[in-house]
């Protein structure tokens, strides 16, 4: 819940009435809304203190759904880092990540593949970050005018 706050925060910062949907069968984390046109944008959040994120499943390629990595320091003093990104570039990161496991799993146990849902976890590159990090016109730009 603290990364939904600091998200809605931030875009509250930035002009957006964003608002933290609560329950645990939601589709939405969060909700900004541009009060001007009146333009809605749910995103989804994660959040971690390691830089590792579970997400539920690898989004579909047309997917468009806007995303936020958390990244909450241990200390309280540090602020939280944020990673913005649509579903579709996610879902370029986690399968080619998907596809390096399977590979790894594939020479650890005689070329036999992994069978089974597995957890999808997310860790960025110090080079993924640079293109994610701080991107909220990903999010502003759907709700301008």
């Known amino acids: 819940m603290a990364g939904e706050h600091f998200v809605a ?6 002009g957006v009435l964003a608002s933290v949907t609560i329950g645990n069968a939601k589709k939405a984390d969060v909700i900004a809304r541009n009060l001007e046109s009146s333009k ?3 995103v989804e959040v994660k959040s971690s203190s390691r830089k590792q994120w579970v997400v539920g499943g690898i989004p579909e ?3 468009t759904q806007i995303w936020v990595f958390v990244d909450i320091p241990k200390e309280p003093e540090n602020p939280p880092a944020y990673y913005v990104c649509v579903a579709q570039e996610l879902n370029a990161i986690l399968t080619k990540k998907d596809r390096e496991w399977n590979e790894k799993y594939k020479g650890r146990h005689n070329g036999k593949s992994f069978k089974g849902p597995g957890v999808i976890r997310l860790e960025l590159t110090e080079a993924e970050t640079n293109g994610f990090k701080n991107q909220w016109n990903k999010i502003l730009g759907r709700l301008s005018k």
């Open 9 to 14: 925060a931030e875009l509250l910062r930035r």
């Open 40 to 42: 809605i944008q749910v």
């Open 61 to 63: 390629p047309n997917d």
